[in-house]
């Protein structure tokens, strides 16, 4: 049966998993694609150009914007982060989820455009091990992780915008909540072509 494609929103605090959650997903979940957010921070090490994010300067994020390049875009910790919206709009025409990790800003800017958008939020087991977190992944200077984790007790007042929690204490729980979600989304009446059980009563009644 042909499917509408969806966009899942996976925000959660810096730091509390979601990169790993999405890895651990995407081996178990045909027609799930990511989408690579544009940003003006600059490289952590390791990560890549067109991989983890597309690094841009101010003026090219500017020409984004001009352009109305950008499904939303939003200020996280004094750089600029936005959604491309190309891939996504291709992907979803082609009857594929799309999962992409953005703020809480560029959440609220996706409910607004895009009404059957499913939005899940990952929680860290506690705020002691969220900092454990951003302290071994080794990559954000000292007042980075602070800056992210005052940013995490602001965002985690929103949470009622969202449709679904996960609390990523366990990996491989966590993925199969999240497996489970995404499941049960390719369930629903609306995003399913049933125009072959229209006429399925002719000659029954
Ligand atoms: P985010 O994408 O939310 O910023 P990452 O995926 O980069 O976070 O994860 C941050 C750090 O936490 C990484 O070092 C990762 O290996 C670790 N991590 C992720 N999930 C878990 C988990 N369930 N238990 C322990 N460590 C985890
Ligand atoms: P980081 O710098 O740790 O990779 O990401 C910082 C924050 O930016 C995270 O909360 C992440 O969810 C958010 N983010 C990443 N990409 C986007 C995006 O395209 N749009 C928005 N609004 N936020 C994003």
Known sequence: MKLKGFLLVL??????GKNTLMN????????LHYSISATTRPPRSGETHG????????????????????????????????????F???KIKQGKAVIMDVDIQGAIQIREKVN???LVFLLPPTWD??????????KDPIESINQRLERS?????????YDYFIINDQLDKAAERLTMIINAEWCRVERADLSAFENLDKGVR
């Open 11 to 16: 925000s959660g605090p810096s730091g509390v």
């Open 51 to 86: 991989v983890d994010y597309y690094f841009l300067s101010d003026q090219e994020f500017d020409e984004m914007i001009e352009n109305d390049q950008f499904l939303e875009w939003a200020h996280f910790c004094g750089h600029r982060y936005g959604t491309p919206k190309f």
């Open 24 to 31: 651990a997903v995407f081996p178990n979940i045909p027609n």
């Open 153 to 161: 007790f602001d965002e985690l007042k929103y949470i009622n915008e």
């Open 88 to 90: 996504v709009e291709e």
């Open 116 to 118: 059957d958008a499913v």
């Open 129 to 138: 091990e969220l900092k454990n977190r951003l302290i071994k992944r080794g």
